[in-house]
């Protein structure tokens, strides 16, 4: 098959990325609105942002992005190295192990078993955000950028939009300030899923990373309301932020100059048939 020329990407990469990173958000809050209703409608206390709806719009739209860029991408959910990138998750789990245990020992915080309206948030923000903005923007960007002097900016640009688009939970309810600690915390872990998935190849570990921090953090019953930071900024946030900060900076060692290569070689493989 013959490739196919995709000039907005091919021209203008980084906004043909964000362009198609957003829309895919959109169609996906779309599809699991329709296909969730009926459930809605039938199974009473079926939340709107239900497991079916997610993951049929998750398989859906990285089907598509897949077929539209056929025959030249191997996709996002098969091929790299999987296990390798799940292998990096021993940061994550630090991370969350240490944060519980200031949180815990330190604090008064409450703890409690999240609801199934919470866990499903947790899936929406795993599934959907790393499908856009790992899978859809980062990869996109790699179609064109597979140089060795792109990979960071690569990198910096995904965890920047991922973090600014946490900005709009101050419109959710969320303080001014945790607003603001939360686009930076969120940025400095976009770099290291963002880093994990270029490393690896597979959006899976990062979107099983990524579910497990944000039902972890949904425990913590009295700092989170529907899914949204409340309250002021405490100590332990700051503690929270300063160790986001070097789970961040562990993701930009993991793309250092001397796995650069590898990482070229995971991705060429990945846009096998790329210009």
């Known amino acids: 098959m013959e490739k196919r020329h995709h000039r907005f990407l091919e021209k203008i990469p980084i906004l043909a990325a964000l362009v198609i990173a957003l829309v895919g958000w959109l169609i996906l809050m779309i599809l699991m609105g329709v296909i969730n209703a009926p459930f809605q409608k039938y199974l009473p206390g079926y939340p709107s942002t239900g497991p079916i709806g997610l993951l049929v719009g998750f398989f859906l739209i990285l089907w598509f992005?897949?077929?539209?860029?056929?025959?030249?991408?191997?996709?996002?959910?098969?091929?790299?190295?999987?296990?390798?990138?799940?292998?990096l998750g021993i940061v994550i789990l630090a991370y969350l192990l240490i944060t519980t245990l200031v949180t815990a020992l330190f604090t008064s915080a409450e703890y409690g078993v999240p609801g199934v309206d919470d866990i499903c948030l947790a899936l929406v923000a795993g599934f959907g955000e790393e499908m856009c903005f790992r899978g859809l923007l980062l990869g996109s960007l790699m179609r064109q950028w597979r140089e060795e002097k792109r990979l960071i900016p690569a990198l910096i640009f995904s965890a920047v939009v991922f973090g600014v688009i946490h900005g709009t939970n101050v419109f959710a309810g969320a303080s001014v300030e945790n607003t603001l600690t939360q686009i930076v915390s969120a940025a400095c872990l976009g770099f290291f899923l963002g880093a994990v998935y270029l490393r690896s190849g597979s959006l899976w570990p990062p979107v099983i990373m990524h579910t497990v921090v944000d039902i972890v953090a949904f425990c913590n019953i009295s700092d989170i309301s529907d899914g949204v930071m409340v309250g002021s900024v405490t100590w332990n946030d700051w503690v929270d932020l300063a160790l986001c900060v070097v789970v961040g900076a562990i993701g930009i060692w993991l793309i250092r100059p001397e796995k650069r290569k590898e990482v070229l070689e995971v991705w060429d493989r990945k846009w096998r048939r790329a210009a």
């Open 65 to 87: 992005y897949r077929r539209r860029f056929r025959p030249e991408f191997e996709g996002n959910l098969i091929g790299g190295r999987p296990l390798m990138g799940i292998r």
